[in-house]
């Protein structure tokens, strides 16, 4: 059995229908940690759903029935902490996004793992893996911290394996829940959306077992933390890139922002002259052919990925994937004129709040407010955010003059004579 923090779409879209490919017979109980609509509407129809996959025109459908049990944790905590503690678990895999690590209330994910591992333990029931498919740098070692900050004991029969994970999941419309009922006949409100492409890398260190995920496509490596970093730099760096640019340029949709030739340009020579001079391609991995096929990617226009959602919560985004090739230019000897430009537009769209028309656009971040309050000062801004770049004269200078073209001209029109 594998008990999962994080009823959202992506890990529905994909854990769980790499342990239904599997084949295998393992399943899973999926933890809501705040709200109770899927929990609803997936024991409304037996746990049951569609798996929607985009391609342009084309879609298929496909039922998934690796989620046997849903719980809500709010209202459900002790059976929370018991599943935790289960024999019968022997993987424990988390979706809770970034900010969720920094969280350990009692009733947070990390608090009921907690609290749950040391039921465990005391009980003996057995080694577990407790696997984070969150997009943080060293997950798993960071997953383990925020368990001891906690506990103050983490058992040795616990593993925290670390893993890449990566599809393309856009939030589900009212739209794609029609596309579900008329390709299945029935009517499904947890119905999720995805892109063909589907990438998992794990370390292999599962003491107590594990799904066989590699027949699903998985990898399981030694080190994951290059195929980390080509991941978090190339995809999630262009992807927060043009999420910025595009919100402030007036396109909705990540596939809309790449149709303009001017910010598709901005993406190409991000990768191509501040992201990949500084990385190590993995085994088997083309650094050119990937970041081609990122944009690929991108460009699905059948998946609808809203830049507001891909602009949340940026003061936790940022620093992972676009600061860190802004530091290994700066110390390769060049200067990441395009990196730079992005936490600029970063900046602007998180302080300012409107896009070149000077309509508001969606801001969601935990920093907001902090960041608004120094938006007169770019220096003060940067060393909020990267306290050793604010001392880089280089770097604060080309920021600043970026804000400052921005305000004055618009971000389409910097971004035209850049």
Known sequence: MILHFGLGAFHRAHQAVHTQEAGDGWAICSVAPRSPDVVRALRAQNHRYTLLVREGEDVSATEISSVRRTLHAPTETEQVIQHVADPAVRVITLTITEKAYADAGPGSPIGLLAAGLARRTAAGAGPVAVVSCDNLLSNGPRLREAVLRVSGNVPEEVSFPATVVDRMVPATTPEDLATAAKLTGREDLAAVVAE????????????GGRPAW??????????????????????????????????????????GALDDPVLARLAERLIREDVLPVLTAPPGVDLPEYGAQVLARMRNRALRHRCAQIAMDGSLKVPIRLLGTVRDRLAAGGMPRWACLAVAAWLRHVTVSTDDAGRPVEVDDPRADDLRRLAHSPRRLIAAVAPDLADHAEVVARISADLADFAAYGVRECLERA
């Open 214 to 255: 590699e027949r699903a496509g998985a990898q399981f490596v030694a080190d994951v933390e290059p195929y980390e970093r080509v991941k978090l730099r190339v995809l999630n760096g262009v992807h927060s890139t043009l999420a910025y640019t595009g919100a402030l340029t007036g396109h909705e949709y990540v596939s």
């Open 196 to 207: 063909p492409y589907s990438q998992w890398v794990l370390q292999d260190d599962f003491p």
